[in-house]
């Protein structure tokens, strides 16, 4: 009799565990793992605008027969707005624009390469300090007083507007943050926050005209920059994103190219920068 109710007992307890084993199996399978939960392995590439600020720069031009430095120089960006050229192949240069790629080593950091395109326009007739000397002084309409010049055309045009352009690698960290948001399903709706630390080259194409010289407008290697990021990211549908960043940084380019005569006549400064960036992208695995 014993032995008839521990047979009982035993099978009634296997056929228990059987069921919550069954339970258990089959509420994993309907709760796969989310896309969006890990990002180990995957590439990302992205394209958009940007706006940028500039503090003061001095500028220091050399020559055969010259060298002085123009002293607080203002400088502005060269907006185009909402345009279609952001999309047209052929135009594409034009605006201000960012382009990235890059691969994640594990889920929350990724290393990329990309190509921060802005412009840099000194901005014409303001006055400013200057010191040295240059040929021909007073003829421009430029002469303000000993020691300060206005920035006439006849004087100088100059610019970084095809463009100032950042070649530059990123190493970057991820958060997904959704949870504070309240969101649950981040395959279809997620928000990142994003970090990094970049530096790279400068390989502008300047556009000068000194002192009534020959105008130039070149590609040249002419210096370095590094730069921060802070940014949000919002992924729809787990392949698509906008991601907005302020990024901030230091230029230095001690070789700038201002005239044909590549080994005699250059320029060198350094300044600040402060840049918004609004980018769309996709996020995928090969």
Same mark, same amino acid.
């Given at each position: 009799?014993?032995?008839?109710?521990?047979?009982?007992i035993?099978?009634?307890? @296997?056929?228990l565990?059987?069921?919550?084993?069954?339970?258990?199996?089959?509420?994993?399978?309907?709760?796969?793992?989310?896309?969006?939960?890990? #990002?180990k392995?995957?590439?990302?590439?992205?394209?958009?605008?940007?706006?940028?600020?500039? +503090?003061?720069?001095?500028? =220091?031009? =050399?020559?055969?027969?010259?060298?002085?430095?123009?002293?607080?120089?203002? $400088?502005?960006?060269?907006p185009?707005?909402?345009h279609?050229?952001?999309?047209?192949p052929?135009?594409?240069?034009?605006?201000?624009?960012?382009? =990235?790629?890059?691969?994640?080593?594990?889920?929350? /950091? #990724?290393?990329?390469?990309?190509?921060?395109?802005?412009?840099?326009?000194?901005?014409?007739?303001?006055?400013?300090?200057?010191?040295?000397?240059?040929?021909?002084?007073?003829?421009?309409?430029?002469?303000?007083?000993?020691n300060?010049? @206005?920035?006439?055309?006849?004087?100088?045009?100059?610019?970084?507007t095809?463009?100032?352009?950042?070649?530059?690698?990123?190493?970057?960290r991820?958060?997904? *943050?959704?949870?504070i948001?309240?969101?649950?399903?981040?395959?279809?709706?997620? *928000?990142?926050?994003?970090?990094?630390?970049?530096?790279?080259?400068?390989?502008?194409?300047?556009? $000068?005209?000194l002192?009534?010289?020959e105008?130039?407008?070149?590609?040249?290697?002419?210096?370095y920059?590094?730069?921060?990021?802070?940014?949000?990211?919002?992924?729809?549908?787990? /392949?698509?994103?906008?991601?907005?960043?302020?990024?901030?940084?230091?230029? %230095?380019?001690?070789?700038?190219?201002?005239?044909?005569?590549? %080994?005699?006549?250059? $320029? +060198?400064?350094?300044?600040?920068?402060?840049?918004?960036?609004?980018?769309?992208?996709?996020?995928? =695995?090969?």
């Open positions: 009799m014993i032995i008839k109710k521990m047979k009982k035993t099978f009634l307890a @296997l056929a565990c059987y069921n919550l084993l069954t339970v258990a199996q089959t509420n994993t399978t309907t709760t796969p793992e989310k896309y969006t939960s890990h #990002n392995g995957k590439f990302y590439i992205f394209w958009g605008g940007n706006r940028e600020s500039y +503090s003061k720069s001095d500028i =220091r031009f =050399r020559g055969d027969n010259y060298d002085f430095t123009l002293y607080n120089v203002i $400088a502005d960006d060269k185009k707005g909402w279609v050229d952001y999309v047209n052929k135009r594409m240069t034009i605006p201000q624009t960012n382009f =990235r790629m890059g691969y994640f080593l594990n889920d929350h /950091y #990724n290393i990329s390469i990309g190509l921060d395109h802005m412009k840099y326009v000194m901005r014409q007739f303001e006055t400013v300090n200057y010191s040295g000397t240059y040929p021909n002084q007073g003829s421009y309409g430029e002469t303000i007083s000993a300060e010049v @206005l920035l006439t055309e006849e004087f100088l045009t100059f610019e970084h095809d463009g100032l352009n950042y070649i530059n690698s990123e190493f970057s991820v958060d997904d *943050i959704s949870k948001f309240g969101i649950q399903n981040t395959d279809k709706f997620q *928000i990142n926050l994003t970090e990094g630390l970049g530096a790279g080259i400068l390989y502008p194409k300047t556009n $000068a005209k002192m009534g010289m105008r130039h407008d070149d590609f040249h290697v002419a210096g920059g590094v730069s921060g990021k802070v940014g949000l990211n919002f992924t729809f549908f787990k /392949y698509f994103f906008v991601q907005t960043e302020l990024k901030g940084g230091y230029i %230095n380019m001690p070789n700038i190219q201002t005239t044909y005569r590549e %080994n005699i006549d250059k $320029a +060198s400064q350094d300044f600040h920068f402060l840049q918004t960036v609004v980018a769309f992208g996709g996020i995928f =695995r090969l």
